[in-house]
């Protein structure tokens, strides 16, 4: 007998040798099992487990057939038993019973196939086989194959014939099974006979007898698949490995055994066929125990037998491949297509496609079998519908128990029934909703959920039904865009017909009617357009396995149809909605959108600006990629034109920066920040090189390249960069990113902010990578320009009238505007732009422009709020619909689904009370949310259709039933809470708070039978872990009268302090972290890693238990300012002051009032000259059976006295405790900029701060001193330090350059030379000289006493722990202890700072003890900020130091030279008139900066809104003693040396400064000046709008490119001729010779304009040759094949105008010469001609769709 003889293979044996014996039958006893479970947690599955015999009878030559007998079943969910290592494969599982007779009947029918050589064709079976029998009959024929490396198809594959007799041991082979077509491994091996029951305990001993034992392994490469059967829709994001095994996320492996007997290889006996296939994920995407599924099947050969006779196959079909079969389209209650007509998978996918070609009725579920479709009814379905539905609405307004009725499981598995209806069913189902008999309230919640589901479903008729109601305005524009916007995320199939749907819905009147509905409209049929046609991942993103390609970049409808309707609304009148279109061709991102698109990135369109050109280079944002080769050159080109505007120099490096730019691009990018001269554009490309140079590598997952190849190439030239600071910056892109390596996600965050003259943006995304998973929860970008332009309409419409600015500022100031005829800078039209994307392809879009909101504003006065709003929304979202089929080598499909649903539901009202007397907003709202987490993995039994399965859920539910009220009387606030009346009512438990994590296994009806949840189901069992379960319950809330507790069970192992450190340290104990990876928290099992085990934790409130049931807030509070030499004064809001006056007004503080009196109080204990203090006291009262009353208050103050700043805090809770604190803080009397006096100064700070606390301030008491100076040391470091000499040099240097200068002409090369020594030299002296002061005031001795009295226990407690904890991390720096001391409650602290090193030594006197610590680093995140420098404004000081640089930016007026805001330095000399240094040059020109100069003595003038500050050196102005007359406003002030004083004026307040060198500092809003009588400084503070200052100070826009323009807002061609323009003549002397000429110059005016990089013209041979000619590339298994002769290929943007269909000849090359491989690939990717392939050997041809001609769609 010659059972499965294995002799043929081994000979190589021709097609007309059989496997087996002609004429003989083997009986097989088979043994198949597939189960899913945990196996990390417990040996508890759920499975299915099938006996039968197997009958293989030998008809004829290379003719088979194969049936089943006496078949035998069992489901099974429960704990095995029968091995200890919790290994599936050698578990017990339960005894199975015989089928039904049906189910064996069906079984019972054979199949007939053709099998040369391993080879299957000619499959007949049964026509009336259903397909779940037909699978596994196909799984059990594959099981009886055996493909030898020199078959004919392993020589179509390019393998090389073996020319001996004699069997590799080894050989690879592309062989056919129900999951597709795969490579597998083959290995030949003999056994030792003894060995043989050790492996096979299966094969009975002596079964050989004495004969030698083979084995043939066969293993299948899931990676190498030329053709796939399973069935995969993957959302959200995409996986790093698109298809087969994916890292420690996905492995799948499949595995056959072949055991035979013989006295040789040539007589061997198959007597074992042993199968094993496994497949492990991480369901939840983290790194937690992974749900295991596997198959395995024994066939173990029991007898063979003459054949007697052969069953009939009734009504046979053929078929051609062993591919597995999925259900025809679901159509209930229609005519049944026959399956006669399909024979092979790829008409199979065609019927798919083709059947029903209407998409109101095209749907298809491909775990759902023939059988139970036929006996389903939409009307059924409807009943269950709209019975669930029902249930969920009553859910949703009740309040107890909320997280048991699992909402938005629920609404899932409602939303996957109703995927099974048409569009006529799904019209029906909400007609019969909108008439339910329930409250109106009911109903409206019920019609949302449809709506919601509708969507959610994602199936082609619920897309129609959406579409019809849209058209039929029977939603709102909102939920109608919301609802179009989301189609990308859920559509399950974009056949052409949809997509021809939706363009209709795009294009109809109803969408077109609303603007905001339009554009989202476009964007989302164009996101969908490149999901579905353009996306390299449609593959796994949609079925296309099974169905086929849905739409490719050469689908006709795409060029022909699509992109010209959007070609053509680029027409629009209307900016908005141009811009709209162009973002969506942009998103599309066929090739044939560049051309279109190139124009406006350019910016050479007629109706174009720079604001189109940045947003049409973003709108590219998702291809970029894609089009590199095309893109790069362009982006780069702008990126280094520095005439270009500077958000569209931004927006091209952002997209450069996505398409991985190469070394030297990084190289050029570095080197040009130092010959860059827009500081703002500088700032964003050294944060962009610093912050990625920053990522650490070990962050950053192995496989994301593009992130990890930018990191290194940002470090390798980070030293290339000019420095400039971006701590804080005006302009910033910042990158980040996190690898938590324990739960095996990360994330990468990219924010950038970005300003400009009139423009303000900002950008952010997140993109999480959980495992092998890649995907964007979050994408924002937001711009608004002109807010200038929409604030003035504002005030128009609110006074009513156009305001005229000029009426609000001093007369002198209006005059000088007249007389130099400034033109003022209109701010642009308003614009604001938003663009979100949620999940990668949910995309909203919407641009407010002035056009829109004008006419708004004008009305404002006739809208009303007042009065009750009803609120009752409903939102329901899935963000990962996952489903995948996999057939199994069973035969049974192995189901998989992963969901995120989410539902969120807000019922109650709104009610503004709008009266005059006690206006109030009240809040009676029920909010409820329900979000779950989970995934299963399992198989459907096809003898009970029922789910079989294992899974992971994570569940969070949030509960808030409440009613706010918020009132306001007499300037009192009262805000109210209470339950709402559900939660008045409630008689259980309301569940505020809920969070579980759920492994299970289940057997239960399929979700469309039941419309059931898996996890609500009763059989749906927890699997437990070995842990026991724990219970903690803790109850708070008691002191409030509230009944409040923590439920918690979990069987994480430990659960104690050091489990919750283990908790930290998985997110690297950052609450960043944990916030952004919430879902992730999860039970730990004992080696501190994370869990899926059983975890329940409640906040849960017993309202029947709970004495208090509303809770009311009362909070008041009054301010007031002193000021010098004036009594307190309250402050309060005037709602009646006009535009032009302040809406803040003052009152005496008030007798009665007690509020007025404690601040009263407290200044005067303050004893300060100036200040403010504030008073507020609150009042809580909990009602109820118990009322309860808490009242708290505060009064605080802070203030000036000369250099003393005092404060005083007063909080006391009445009758229960009060903390007070007092202190002062006195500053030195130091010299500003004078170094040599400086010297002499005695700078030390004074600090004193005393806190008391208790029942009186005076119970307990802490009393901290401290002082901060300069040492010697320091001083002689300051000496002898760089900047100080090189500061004296530059001093010397300049006035030698000033006094040589005089001497030559001006015109002189010489002069020239020496203006530009001066220029440099005068930038070190300013740098040096600043850097000198600092060192001279560094404060480097610092000295802390700290007393305390009556410390309570508890705080000595964690002082001590305290201090314990901080001796432990200084340990290392201890240099000497002595235990000597003795003093009580007192502590002394001694700082000594070693600037040069950055380290620090303490000395630290305890009671008992003194230890001396040396050198102790400082922390990178202190080093810049300590040790502090003296200064007059410490914040600003510590400030600049953390961010690199000046606070805010200045301008300096000295040395004949002008250095501007934007640090540009260009010589001038002022004279005896004014000139115009800086001023506000905007329509409200609020202020203005003047100066002149006489005999070398500066003159200055201040303006701010009506007031004006004069500075003028008198005439007995000298160095020695530098006297100055001040006015403010016509009025003299004295101001002696250190003196500060504020002075008031009208509408603003000065404040000036006299320091002990003569320096005079005056502060405005605007401005801080700084004036030493030679030089001026100017700083501008943040109020000042940038780009709209004018003088000779500059723009201050950030850009050092025409940076001072003239007063009529011209370039002019030196920046002298500009500062001429802003000289005042009056009462001056007259112009120069040399003024003259540059005065006359004055009149030339040119206006800013960029300067166009010639970009087309370096892709212009790209995008002009639309047709060429190349060779072509597929894969064919682990093989590349190249076409013969190269074919047509349309070119970029170009598509075919007509195609034929062509045999085109294929050469595969080696598969094992991988160096050969990549020259070709490049060859041929390169687009060069081989004529060497045509002499080389056809491997295959292949009927290929070639273009004849193209042309370009959208030109």
Not at 185 to 214: A, H, L, R, W
Not at 1055 to 1075: C, F
Not at 1247 to 1257: E, Q
Not at 1684 to 1708: A, D, E, H, W
């Amino acid at each position: 007998m010659r059972s499965f003889s294995l002799l043929i293979l081994l000979l190589g044996a021709v097609a007309s040798e059989p496997f087996f014996s002609i004429g003989k039958e083997y009986e097989f006893d088979y043994k198949g099992k597939i189960l899913s479970g945990i196996p990390a947690l417990d040996t508890h599955f759920a499975g299915l487990t099938m006996n039968a015999k197997v009958i293989l009878t030998s008809l004829e030559s290379n003719k088979f057939m194969l049936r089943l007998k006496d078949v035998k079943a069992v489901n099974f969910n429960e704990r095995l038993d029968g091995d200890k290592s919790k290994n599936w494969r050698n578990l017990k599982t339960p005894e199975t019973t015989a089928v039904d007779s049906e189910y064996e009947t069906i079984l019972q029918s054979p199949i007939q196939f053709n099998m040369v050589n391993g080879q299957i064709s000619n499959i007949q079976v049964s026509g009336n086989e259903p397909e779940w029998s037909l699978n596994i009959k196909k799984a059990l024929v594959s099981l009886m194959k055996i493909r030898t490396p020199n078959t004919i198809e392993d020589l179509d594959s390019n393998n090389v014939r073996s020319q001996t007799r004699v069997l590799p041991s080894i050989w690879n082979v592309v062989e056919e099974g129900v999951d597709g077509k795969c490579e597998n491994n083959y290995q030949f091996t003999e056994i030792p006979e003894y060995m043989v029951s050790d492996i096979y305990p299966e094969m009975e001993n002596g079964k050989c007898g004495g004969k030698k034992v083979f084995q043939v392994s066969k293993v299948r490469d899931v990676n190498s698949c030329v053709v796939r059967s399973s069935y995969q829709i993957n959302q959200p994001g995409k996986y790093q490995c698109a298809t087969g095994n994916c890292g420690s996320m996905w492995q799948r492996t499949s595995m056959v055994k072949y055991v035979g007997c013989g006295e040789s290889a040539e007589d061997m006996e198959v007597q074992l066929i042993l199968t094993e296939g496994e497949l492990q994920q991480d369901l939840l995407a983290m790194n937690t125990e992974s749900v295991v599924t596997g198959t395995r099947q024994i066939l173990k050969l029991i007898s063979s037998r003459s054949t007697s006779s052969v069953p009939q196959i009734h009504s046979p079909r053929t078929l051609e491949d062993l591919l597995y079969e999925y259900p025809r389209n679901i159509n209930m209650h229609q005519q049944s297509s026959s399956r006669r007509d399909i024979d092979s998978y790829r008409k199979q996918q065609d019927q798919l496609q083709n059947l029903e070609k209407n998409p109101k009725s095209q749907r298809f579920e491909p775990s759902l079998t023939e059988d139970v479709l036929a006996k389903m009814s939409p009307d059924t379905l409807k009943e269950k519908i709209v019975k669930e539905l029902t249930q969920i609405v009553r859910d949703l307004h009740e309040v107890e128990e909320f997280e048991k009725k699992q909402i938005s499981n629920r609404v899932l598995s409602i939303s996957r029934v109703f995927s099974l209806l048409s569009t006529s069913t799904m019209k029906s189902l909400y007609q019969e909703v909108k008439s339910v008999g329930a409250s109106e309230e009911e109903k409206e919640t019920l019609r949302q959920l449809v709506l919601e589901i509708t969507v959610m479903s994602g199936t082609n008729p619920s897309i129609m039904f959406i579409k019809d109601l849209i058209e039929s305005e029977e939603v709102s524009p909102l939920r109608a865009g919301i609802a179009i916007a989301t189609i990308p995320h859920y559509i399950v199939t974009p056949t052409i017909e949809i997509l021809d749907q939706l363009f209709e819905l795009v294009q109809s009147p109803v969408v077109n009617k609303y603007t905001i509905l339009k554009t989202n409209s476009q964007l989302a049929f164009a996101t969908l357009l490149n999901r579905a046609c353009i996306d390299p991942y449609r593959v796994t993103r949609f079925p296309v396995f099974v169905y086929g390609e849905f739409c490719n970049s050469q689908t006709s409808e795409l060029t022909s149809k699509y992109i010209p309707y959007l070609v053509g609304q680029l027409k629009s009148d209307k900016e908005s909605e141009r811009l709209a279109t162009i973002f969506a061709l942009g998103t599309i991102g066929h090739e044939s959108i560049i051309p279109i698109l190139m124009p406006y990135i350019e910016g050479k369109v007629e109706t174009s600006n720079a604001f189109i050109q940045r947003m049409t280079i973003y709108s590219l944002n998702t291809v970029t990629k894609e089009h590199r080769d095309i893109l790069l050159p362009v982006y780069s080109a702008l990126v280094h034109n520095p005439s270009e505007e500077r958000n569209v120099r931004i927006a091209a490096l952002s997209m450069m920066l996505k398409m991985e730019p190469s070394t030297v691009h990084f190289q050029k990018l570095a080197t040009s920040t130092w010959f860059e001269k827009d500081n703002e554009f500088h700032k964003f490309v050294f944060s962009t090189i610093k912050t990625l140079s920053d990522i650490k590598i070990n962050e950053l997952p192995s496989y994301r390249k593009g992130l990890y190849n930018m990191v290194n190439k940002a470090r390798s030239v980070f030293h290339l960069a000019k420095p400039t600071p971006v701590v804080i910056a005006s302009t910033l892109n910042y990158f980040t990113a996190e690898w938590l390596k324990e739960l095996q996600v990360g994330y990468e965050f990219q924010g950038a902010y970005t300003s400009g003259k009139h423009m303000r943006g900002a950008y952010a995304k997140l993109e999480y990578y959980l495992e092998e998973l890649k995907f964007s929860p979050i994408e924002v970008a937001f711009n608004v320009e002109g807010t200038g332009a929409l604030y003035e309409k504002f005030i128009e419409a609110m006074t009513g009238s156009n305001y005229n600015y000029l009426n609000n500022i001093h007369p002198e100031w209006r005059e000088a505007i007249s007389s130099l005829e400034i033109k003022t800078q209109k701010d642009v039209p308003f614009i604001a732009n938003f663009w979100g994307k949620m999940f990668d392809d949910i995309q909203f879009v919407n641009g407010v422009h002035a056009e829109h909101v004008e006419p708004l504003i004008g009305k404002l006065s006739t809208y009303n709020i007042c009065g009750k709003t009803p609120v009752n929304f409903v939102k329901v979202n899935n963000a990962a619909p996952t489903n995948i089929l996999i057939p199994s080598d069973i035969g049974l499909p192995i189901v998989i689904e992963f969901h995120m649903p989410s539902v969120l539901a807000v019922k109650g009202n709104v009610n503004v009370n709008c009266h005059l007397g006690m206006p109030s907003l009240s809040f009676d709202l029920t909010k409820k949310f329900s979000f779950s987490y989970y995934g299963f993995a399992g198989t459907v039994s096809p003898f009970t259709k029922e789910l079989i399965a294992a899974g992971q859920t994570k569940n969070w539910d949030v509960n808030y039933p409440t009613r706010a009220i918020v009132e306001m009387e007499m300037g009192k606030l009262k805000m109210t809470f209470k339950p709402n009346e559900e939660g008045q009512k409630a008689s259980k438990d309301i569940d505020l708070w809920a969070h579980s994590v759920r492994p299970f296994a289940t057997i239960k009806p399929m979700v469309f039978l039941d419309a059931t949840s898996i996890v609500a189901h009763p059989n749906t069992k927890t699997i437990r872990s070995g842990s026991q379960k724990k219970s903690y319950n803790r109850q708070f809330g008691e002191s409030l009268g509230l009944d409040l507790k923590i439920e918690m069970e979990t069987e994480s192992d430990i659960s104690d302090n050091q489990s919750v450190l283990d908790q930290l340290k998985l997110y690297k104990n950052n609450p960043l972290n944990m916030a952004l990876f919430s879902w992730t928290n999860s039970p730990l099992n004992f080696n501190g890693k994370p869990s899926s085990r059983y975890h329940s934790v409640r906040m849960v409130y017993n309202p029947r238990k709970s004495t208090t049931n509303e809770m009311e807030i009362n909070l008041s509070g009054s301010i007031a300012m002193q000021k010098k030499g004036q009594a307190p004064e309250a402050l309060n809001i005037d709602n009646s002051a006009n535009a032009g006056s302040s809406l803040i007004q003052t009152q005496q503080l008030e007798v009665n009032d007690q509020k007025h009196q404690k601040i009263q109080k407290l200044m005067q204990q303050l004893d300060i000259e100036q200040g403010v203090g504030f008073s507020t006291s609150v009042n809580v009262v909990l009602k109820g059976a118990e009322q309860k009353t808490f009242d708290y208050s505060l009064t605080a103050g802070k203030g000036m006295r000369g250099h003393e700043s005092k404060w005083n805090l007063h909080l006391e809770s009445h009758d229960k405790w009060n903390v007070c604190v007092e202190g002062r803080l006195n500053t030195p009397k130091m010299a500003s900029r004078d170094i040599q006096q400086l010297k002499k100064d005695d700078i030390e700070y004074f600090y004193k701060n005393t806190i008391g606390f208790g029942k009186t301030c005076d119970e307990s008491k802490i009393a901290v001193t401290g002082r901060a100076g300069v040492s010697e040391d320091q001083r002689q470091e300051a000496e002898q330090a760089l900047p100080s000499q090189l500061c004296q040099k530059a001093v010397r240097k300049v006035e030698a350059i000033r006094g040589e200068k005089e001497n030559e002409q001006k015109e002189s090369n010489a002069y020239k030379k020496l203006q530009q020594e001066l220029i440099k030299y005068s930038q070190q002296k300013q740098d040096s000289c600043r850097q000198a002061i600092r060192d001279y005031s560094t404060l480097d001795k610092v000295k802390f006493n700290i007393r305390f009295s009556n410390i309570p226990h508890n705080v000595q407690r964690y002082s001590s722990l305290l201090e314990s904890a901080l001796k432990g991390y200084l340990i290392p720096y201890i240099s000497k202890y002595e235990d000597q001391r003795n003093t009580k409650n007192e502590i002394d602290i001694d700082l000594k700072f070693h600037n040069k090193l950055q380290t620090m030594d303490m000395v630290v006197h305890l009671e008992e003890e003194t230890v001396m610590y040396q050198n102790i680093r400082l922390p990178h995140t202190v080093r810049n900020i300590l040790p502090l420098v003296a200064s007059k404004r410490l914040t600003s000081e510590a400030l600049s130091r953390v961010i690199g640089g000046p606070v805010h930016p200045q301008c300096r007026v000295g040395d004949a030279l002008i250095k501007t805001f934007d640090n540009n330095t260009y010589s001038y000399e002022l004279d005896d008139c004014f000139h115009v240094l800086s001023s506000d040059c905007s329509r409200q020109v609020s202020h203005a900066i003047m100066a002149k100069e006489i005999d070398g003595k500066k003159h200055i003038k201040m303006f701010t809104q009506k007031s004006k500050l004069s500075v003028a050196p008198m005439s007995s102005w000298a160095e020695s003693r530098r006297s100055y007359d001040i006015e403010v406003d016509g009025r003299s002030i004295q101001l002696e040396k250190n003196e500060r004083k504020e002075i008031e004026s009208e509408q603003t307040t000065w404040k000036l400064e006299r320091t002990s060198d003569d320096v005079i500092v005056l502060e405005s809003d605007y401005n801080i000046v700084t004036l030493d009588g030679r030089t001026i400084w100017i700083e501008s503070t943040p109020i000042q709008k940038s780009g709209q200052q004018c003088g000779l100070c500059g723009n201050l826009d950030g850009d050092r490119k025409a940076d001072v323009l003239s007063a009529q807002s011209c370039i002019a061609s030196s920046p002298q001729i500009a500062a001429i323009s802003y000289r005042i003549q009056k009462e001056c002397s007259t112009l120069s010779n040399e003024q003259q000429k540059l005065k006359n110059q004055v009149s030339s005016c040119e206006k800013p304009e960029a300067q166009k990089a010639p970009i087309t013209k370096l892709n212009q041979g790209k995008l002009d040759k639309c047709s060429n000619k190349v060779h072509s590339l597929v894969k064919h298994g682990s093989r590349l094949c190249i076409s013969q002769l190269p074919i047509v290929k349309c070119g970029s943007g170009c598509v075919p105008r007509s195609q034929i269909n062509k045999s085109v000849p294929f050469t595969c090359l080696p598969a094992n010469r991988a160096r050969v491989n990549e020259l070709y690939e490049e060859k041929v990717r390169n687009g060069e001609i081989l004529p060497e392939l045509r002499n080389m050997d056809v491997t295959f041809s292949a009927q290929m769709e070639v273009p004849v001609s193209c042309t370009h769609p959208g030109l």
